[in-house]
């Protein structure tokens, strides 16, 4: 419809009522104005630093008056209906109105664009993994309001890394292990890595999916004796880098950058994870070595039939697992310095320039 006010002939003949109708249809022709707007901006890492406020921008001038905040457990999810009807949040909501809360406070800037939220350290420490909801209600200054809330995935790490670090960690083939569950389907995750970091804390990751003799063991068993490296058109390979930080206390925690992985499903479905971070706590298990503690999580993502795609919700899967013996070292596990991929015939896409060049040179393993 044009909102024009050019009169026509049959106008001036019944004046009152073409008066109305133009009234009724015009209303609709007024200016739309778009709600603020909410992102949560991380510096381009996919991990906070726990102990440093996180930072919302707002697409828009806010009220901060109706800025209001939830904290979740990461099994909550991000849609608007919560994954598990009993989920709960971990906090009472906080309204900036009301001032500092016990779970996080707000401090906006003048311009009420940006938002720096410190959030307790019961809930942003190293390793945890939360959603933080932006309550429905957030409005600019003339009442235009979202209607809905807005929810983010959040998980803290330790920040930067140090030139002058000076890692101790032992290099080799690390077999980690967990179970996804996506979409009705559920996948067990056994990933035989060849996993290197330098003194300076950057590492490098080339992993190949692993198949656990089932009449021997568990299907979920990190034991080298009972794994093969899948070498057909279900295998699958992911390539990640990181950086390996350690704490005031010497305890170590690595973090990858966010990667994609293609992972095939019971032959019948690829699920397609985006924006996949791997955290763990690098511990030391019963023998005395370095074993990792931690979690695998991914962004909104989806699941790949053969007619359709169905996407998924960002979730996590918890995964562990240690360091591979040389000599139990599975037949076609990648090497990142002279053979990428291993023995997988199916999905292996390596980043270009993977790995950095120093990666290959002789590197200091722990004794």
């Known amino acids: 419809m044009s909102c024009s006010s050019k009169k026509t002939w049959w106008m001036t003949r019944s004046a009152p009522a073409v008066l109305a109708l133009i009234t009724l249809l015009t209303a609709g022709c007024q200016e739309y104005v778009a709600p603020p707007e909410v992102a949560l901006d991380l510096g381009g890492e996919r991990v906070a630093a726990a102990g440093e406020p996180v930072n919302l921008t707002f697409t828009k001038a806010v009220d901060v008056e109706t800025v209001g905040l939830r904290l979740w457990p990461r099994e909550r999810g991000l849609r608007r209906v919560p994954t598990s009807p009993d989920v709960e949040p971990l906090a009472p909501t906080c309204m900036v109105s009301a001032g500092e809360c016990e779970?996080?406070?707000?401090?906006?800037?003048?311009?009420?664009?940006?938002?720096?939220?410190?959030?307790?350290?019961?809930?942003?420490?190293?390793?945890?993994?939360?959603?933080?909801?932006?309550?429905?209600?957030?409005?600019?200054?003339?009442?235009?309001?979202?209607?809905?809330?807005?929810?983010?995935?959040?998980?803290?790490?330790?920040?930067?890394?140090?030139?002058?670090?000076?890692?101790?960690?032992?290099?080799?083939v690390y077999i980690l292990g967990g179970s996804l569950s996506v979409s009705g389907l559920?996948?067990?995750?056994?990933?035989?890595?060849?996993?290197?970091?330098?003194?300076?804390?950057?590492?490098?990751?080339?992993?190949?999916?692993?198949?656990?003799?089932?009449?021997?063991?568990?299907?979920?068993?990190?034991?080298?004796?009972?794994?093969?490296?899948?070498?057909?058109?279900?295998?699958?390979?992911?390539?990640?880098?990181?950086?390996?930080?350690?704490?005031?206390?010497?305890?170590?925690?690595?973090?990858?950058?966010?990667?994609?992985?293609?992972?095939?499903?019971?032959?019948?479905?690829?699920?397609?994870?985006?924006?996949?971070?791997?955290?763990?706590?690098?511990?030391?298990?019963?023998?005395?070595?370095?074993?990792?503690?931690?979690?695998?999580?991914?962004?909104?993502?989806?699941?790949?039939?053969?007619?359709?795609?169905?996407?998924?919700?960002?979730?996590?899967?918890?995964?562990?697992?240690?360091?591979v013996p040389e000599e139990l070292v599975p037949e076609g596990t990648p090497d990142m310095c002279t053979d990428i991929c291993g023995a997988v015939t199916g999905q292996c896409t390596p980043p270009g320039g993977f790995p950095d060049l120093d990666f290959c040179e002789e590197v200091p393993s722990e004794e």
């Open 103 to 172: 779970s996080m406070s707000v401090t906006f800037n003048e311009e009420g664009t940006e938002a720096l939220v410190a959030i307790a350290p019961e809930f942003a420490r190293p390793g945890s993994s939360l959603i933080l909801e932006v309550v429905e209600g957030l409005s600019d200054s003339e009442g235009f309001d979202t209607g809905v809330g807005t929810f983010f995935n959040v998980q803290f790490g330790l920040s930067g890394g140090n030139p002058d670090a000076n890692i101790a960690f032992q290099n080799g």
């Open 186 to 323: 559920n996948a067990v995750l056994t990933l035989v890595s060849d996993l290197r970091v330098k003194p300076d804390g950057r590492f490098a990751l080339a992993g190949a999916k692993g198949v656990v003799d089932t009449e021997r063991a568990d299907k979920t068993s990190l034991d080298p004796e009972v794994i093969t490296i899948a070498d057909d058109d279900q295998s699958w390979a992911l390539f990640a880098r990181g950086t390996v930080v350690e704490d005031d206390q010497g305890t170590r925690f690595l973090t990858t950058e966010s990667f994609n992985v293609s992972v095939p499903v019971l032959g019948v479905a690829t699920v397609e994870l985006k924006d996949v971070v791997l955290y763990a706590e690098i511990i030391k298990d019963d023998e005395g070595n370095d074993f990792f503690d931690g979690t695998l999580t991914f962004g909104d993502s989806e699941v790949v039939f053969p007619n359709n795609a169905v996407a998924i919700p960002a979730g996590e899967a918890a995964l562990a697992g240690g360091l």
